[in-house]
């Protein structure tokens, strides 16, 4: 099946510091992209829904500065997490849309995202 | 609304045993319907995927059934092993006619298999 891979697999920050995360579709173009986030024991939290070429659509309560998306390629998607605090130390997971077929997401590995 | 439920939230059973878990849609118009399995600090890896067409589906030790009409679907593991334990989550997909694009999940079972 298609191959979505999410870099890095975990990461420690300091406080203040930015955080890029990087998602990569390896077999398939994927012009939309999903960034969730998951807090121990609780289902995907969807945060934003990226294009390529485009803006991100964020949902609500997400902070789009606080967030940012970069997805300029067909097979690439970034977030980064700016001036991260320790409340933002969660699980990151992309996702990746493939819209050949049976239009079906692939998920990356995850990100565990530690702020101290 | 477009909505996903799963049942039960939490399941536990012995190794070896059967089970079945749930999930309820409203997605509409309807363009496929996943499960996934979540292994703690893991990204969800997809067992089956089922289109309107299809009733059945099975992946293994993994059987998924699809009734388009009544909008559900089940997730039936047998034979569980430990390694079975992790977190069961549904995704329904809308067609591309209706707009939204965007799957919905619901918010999975998890299932703990004992020795």
């Known amino acids: 099946g298609a191959v979505v891979s999410q870099h890095p697999s975990w990461v420690i920050c300091k406080s203040g510091t930015s955080v890029k995360i990087e998602c990569r579709s390896l077999?398939?173009?994927?012009?939309?992209m999903f960034w969730y986030r998951q807090f121990p024991k609780q289902s995907l939290m969807l945060m934003a829904t990226s294009n390529e070429g485009s803006k991100a659509t964020y949902e609500q309560g997400v902070e789009k500065d606080k967030f940012l998306i970069n997805h300029a390629s067909l097979t690439l998607s970034t977030l980064t997490v700016t001036s991260a605090h320790p409340e933002d130390s969660s699980f990151y997971i992309c996702?990746?849309?493939?819209?050949?077929?049976?239009?079906?997401?692939?998920f990356g590995q995850g990100t565990r995202l530690t702020v101290v | 609304k477009n909505q996903v439920e799963q049942s039960p939230q939490s399941l536990i059973i012995l190794e070896g045993k059967n089970c079945t878990l749930q999930?309820?849609?409203?997605?509409?118009?309807?363009?496929?319907l996943r499960w996934y399995k979540q292994d703690t600090g893991r990204g969800p890896v997809s067992l089956t995927i089922?289109?309107?067409?299809?009733n059945t589906k099975s992946n293994g030790r993994y059987t998924a059934t699809l009734d388009a009409d009544t909008k559900q679907s089940s997730l039936h593991i047998t034979a569980s092993q430990l390694s079975d334990s992790a977190s069961y989550i549904c995704v329904v997909s809308p067609g591309r006619s209706g707009g939204s694009y965007i799957p919905t999940f619901g918010r999975g079972t998890s299932l703990i298999v004992h020795p």
């Open positions: 077999d398939f173009q994927a012009t939309t």
């Open positions: 996702s990746a849309l493939d819209w050949g077929g049976n239009t079906e997401a692939f």
């Open positions: 999930c309820n849609y409203t997605v509409s118009p309807f363009s496929n």
């Open positions: 089922m289109t309107f067409s299809e």
